[in-house]
C-alpha cells in the first residue's frame, strides 16, 4: 500500500461533511415544502367549500323567489276567477277560511308564515 497524503484525507473529509450538510439542507427544504403543501390543499378546501355554500345560497334564494312569484300568481288568478266574490253559505267554512286569511280577511292575514294555519279542515 502506497501512503495516501494529509492533504488528500482533509480534502475527502471537507468533500464528506459538505455533502452531509447540502442534503441535511435540502431535506429542510424538502420538509418546509411538504408543510406548505398542506396549508395550501387546506386554503384550497377552504375555498371549495366557500363557493359550494355561496353557490347554495344563492340557489336558496332564488328558489325562495320563484316559489314566492309563483305563489303570488296562483293567488291573483284564483281571486280572478269566476265566482271568486262569491259568498260561502255555510259559516263554518267561511269562518275558517276567514282565519286562515284566504279571503283576504285583513283581521287574520297569515301570508308570513309558510304553513299557514296549523288548525285541520272542518267537516263539509
Known sequence: MFPIPRLYLAGIGLALILALAGGLYLRGRHDAAEKAKAAV????????????????????????????ERADASVRIVQQAAGADTPIPDPVRRAWLDGLGVRDNPASDTRDSPAGSPGTLPPT
Open 41 to 68: 390543499a387546506a386554503s384550497q378546501q377552504a375555498q371549495r367549500q366557500a363557493e359550494v355554500t355561496t353557490e347554495a345560497l344563492d340557489q336558496h334564494s332564488t328558489r325562495v323567489v320563484v316559489i314566492r
